[in-house]
């Protein structure tokens, strides 16, 4: 699986948008781009994956750079509750389906 | 969503002792489950993957006599600490997933483990 990389800290002023990067420029035809949340003592959350299009959910939407060697989680109205470290994840669908974690980015969302 | 219950939450006990860790999937057949391992401060280390109904895949540096992991049906998997050691402490994470392919992992929410 591609490997990825993402700053290791971002600060975010409740109420604004936080764009989280993240650069995955091996990545292969058929792996997809996951995005998994943690906050502080529990498991991860999953967010929201793609594959080459951008999505959208509840809880945040997903850019994809048309190469796809990049993309940016975007949380719309970054909350207090949003703060945790963010893991972009790139998988593919003929893998056995494990998840290898980076180190993250820690996104504080201050008041 | 998908919902993954694991129990206990949080674990102390004596060294040498083993203990088990059950994950369940709750409102969904889980095929596959992982073992993650996480030290303070550090990210999530992949220790196995456990199919149901077949032996464990262990990561390599996991001790598989050390870690044992049962998947007996779709919903459970539990993984066994043996002769626990403070070494051993760590926060144990299960996923859980329906199929391989592009389905999103869900994960429970830890175990604590403190070995004394």
């Known amino acids: 699986d591609a490997k990825t990389t993402q700053p290791p800290s971002m600060d975010c002023a409740e109420g604004r948008a936080a764009n989280l990067p993240c650069n995955h420029s091996?990545?292969?035809?058929?792996?997809?781009v996951y995005w998994y949340r943690q906050i502080h003592s529990q498991g991860p959350q999953y967010i929201i994956h793609?594959?080459?299009n951008n999505e959208t959910n509840e809880m945040a939407s997903l850019i994809i750079t048309e190469d796809r060697k990049s993309s940016t989680l975007i949380l719309p109205h970054a909350t207090l509750r949003d703060t945790a470290v963010y893991y972009c994840?790139?998988?593919?669908?003929?893998?056995?389906?494990?998840?290898?974690f980076g180190q993250g980015t820690t996104l504080q969302v201050k008041p | 969503g998908a919902v993954v219950s694991q129990h206990p939450s949080r674990v102390i006990c004596k060294s040498g002792t083993s203990v088990k860790i059950e994950c369940r999937s709750l409102?969904?057949?889980?095929?596959?489950m992982f073992w993650y391992r996480q030290f303070p401060k550090q990210s999530l280390m992949l220790m196995a993957t456990?199919?149901?109904?077949?032996?464990?895949?262990?990561e390599q540096g996991v001790e598989k006599d050390k870690f044992l992991i049962n998947h007996a049906s779709l919903t459970l998997s539990t993984l066994t600490v043996t002769s626990a050691h403070p070494e051993d402490s760590s926060f144990y994470i299960c996923?859980?997933?329906?199929?391989?392919?592009?389905?999103?992992?869900?994960f429970g929410d830890g175990t604590r483990l403190s070995i004394l």
């Open positions: 793609g594959l080459k």
């Open positions: 091996t990545i292969s035809g058929n792996e997809y």
């Open positions: 996923s859980a997933s329906g199929r391989v392919g592009n389905q999103p992992q869900h």
């Open positions: 409102d969904f057949q889980a095929t596959t």
């Open positions: 456990s199919n149901e109904g077949s032996k464990a895949t262990y």
């Open positions: 994840i790139v998988q593919g669908s003929s893998n056995t389906g494990k998840l290898i």
